[in-house]
């Protein structure tokens, strides 16, 4: 009898010792997924608006949904004011290009993005214009602004596939008091700072 109520009370102080152990690994997984959540963000070139690329400055980058994937954007060159509205003159065959009214100002940026690499064949990622947003230094509302009906051609629209790569522009219009301003590419939230003054 006392030989069960030993083996009886070991085998408590085990499940106690176990439920411990088991509580203080909970506690420090917990612990350390919310020092992962509040990490800052990523200090690498081009990865935050603290740290943004700027024109020449590649970025490489991947696409969750594509195993393998490598790719890479860059910022080829930018106009602004009355050089970024001749240049969409000449390049456009759209008539009713109108410079801007007032206080604003066109401005356009030309991209490269590539699709480098890739372990799934026949996948593609789709490259466009859409997926840039603008953020003015002049504008405190913090919001994104859209791109122009009137763009500059060619514009950034494709189905990349593994060693394709497209060049193209995206257009905006901005405050001429605009010292600078942030192009997110918004689907991996890559940044680039173009200095306008």
Request: proline letters at 3%; aromatic letters at 14%; hydrophobic letters at 40%.
């Amino acid at each position: 009898m006392s030989s069960l109520i030993n083996k009886a009370i070991y085998i408590v102080v085990i499940l106690i010792a176990l439920t411990i152990l088991f509580s203080l690994m909970v506690v420090i997984f917990q612990s350390e997924s919310n020092n992962t959540m509040g990490k800052p963000p990523s200090t690498e070139l081009g990865f935050s608006k603290d740290n943004p690329a700027s024109i020449g400055d590649i970025v490489l980058f991947k696409d969750d949904h594509i195993k393998g994937s490598k790719l890479s954007i860059v910022c080829i060159e930018s106009y602004h004011g009355i050089e970024a509205y001749n240049r969409m003159l000449v390049n456009s065959k759209d008539a009713f290009i109108i410079q801007p009214n007032g206080n604003y100002e066109y401005l356009i940026i030309k991209f490269n993005i590539s699709f480098v690499n890739s372990n799934e064949k026949n996948r593609y990622f789709y490259a466009s214009n859409g997926h840039f947003y603008l953020y003015q230094s002049s504008n405190s509302s913090g919001k994104p602004e859209w791109l122009q009906a009137s763009s500059m051609k060619p514009l950034i629209e494709s189905k990349l596939l593994k060693n394709d790569s497209i060049e193209g522009w995206v257009t905006f219009k901005i405050n001429k008091n605009t010292d600078y301003v942030y192009i997110s590419y918004v689907n991996n939230n890559i940044w680039f700072k173009i200095n306008i003054k």
